[in-house]
């Protein structure tokens, strides 16, 4: 079973628009949750990251924001840009050795 | 540069003949883990390795073997590959002391088993 869920499997935003991507979790010992990004033909790289004991992160245009109660958090892209145009996914962690990927989402940004 | 290096990129093999794919990292890294890329699916942990000598299984570890001997060295052994293992591979690598450290990946393997 997948246990991070990410919705949706892909998306399409007008430039200069907000992307948004949702991601759930269930086993509370998860202490790390990165978001990484990946471009055709290559590895998947990290975007942004946070830790459990924060609501939100933010980076340049990039924001985590994380709800513990609800055990969900989500990546917000600011103003897109169609070099943002990549798969995106979200992860969890335990002790920084095993980690749960979600499905991914397709991200394009038309100009 | 820093780098993850995997080899080789492309493969296509048959069932039952075994192979294996290389993975090395010039950064120091104590951690190195192994994952493959499905459609639909996400990546999946296959291995992973705290350091040297110590490696343990993740989500997705059947039909596949890891050794590490060294520092810089990760390989993925298929010892009788199956039509199921045709997948996209990535290595990766952090530095261990940092829990939540970031993760540095590989460009991928793509590897066929017909």
């Known amino acids: 079973q997948q246990q991070v869920k990410q919705s949706p499997q892909s998306l399409i935003v007008q430039k200069g628009g907000i992307s948004i991507i949702n991601c759930a979790y269930e086993?509370?010992?998860?202490?790390?949750f990165p978001w990484y990004q990946q471009f055709p033909g290559k590895g998947p790289a990290l975007l942004i990251a946070?830790?459990?004991?924060?609501s939100e992160k933010k980076e340049g245009r990039f924001t985590i924001s994380f709800n513990k109660s609800a055990k969900q958090f989500s990546l917000h892209i600011m103003d897109s840009q169609p070099g943002d145009s990549a798969t995106y996914f979200c992860?969890?962690?335990?002790?920084?050795?095993?980690?749960?990927f979600g499905t991914g989402t397709s991200l394009t940004v038309i100009p | 540069e820093a780098q993850v290096t995997q080899n080789p990129r492309y493969l296509i093999t048959v069932t039952g003949k075994k192979l294996t794919v290389t993975c090395s990292q010039n950064?120091?890294?104590?951690?190195m883990s192994w994952y493959r890329q499905d459609p639909g699916l996400g990546l999946r942990q296959i291995y992973y390795?705290?350091?040297?000598?110590?490696?343990d299984k993740g989500d997705v570890p059947e039909g596949y073997k890891v050794s590490r001997k060294e520092k810089r060295n990760f390989p993925l052994i298929l010892e009788s590959p199956s039509p199921n293992q045709t997948s996209l591979y990535f290595c990766?690598?952090?530095?261990?002391?940092?829990?939540?450290?970031?993760?540095?990946f590989g460009e991928g393997s793509r590897l066929t088993v017909l």
């Open positions: 390795s705290m350091n040297v000598e110590v490696t």
């Open positions: 086993n509370t010992a998860f202490d790390y």
């Open positions: 950064m120091n890294h104590e951690y």
């Open positions: 946070i830790r459990p004991d924060v």
């Open positions: 990766a690598s952090k530095a261990s002391r940092i829990q939540s450290g970031e993760l540095f």
């Open positions: 992860a969890a962690s335990m002790s920084g050795n095993q980690f749960y």
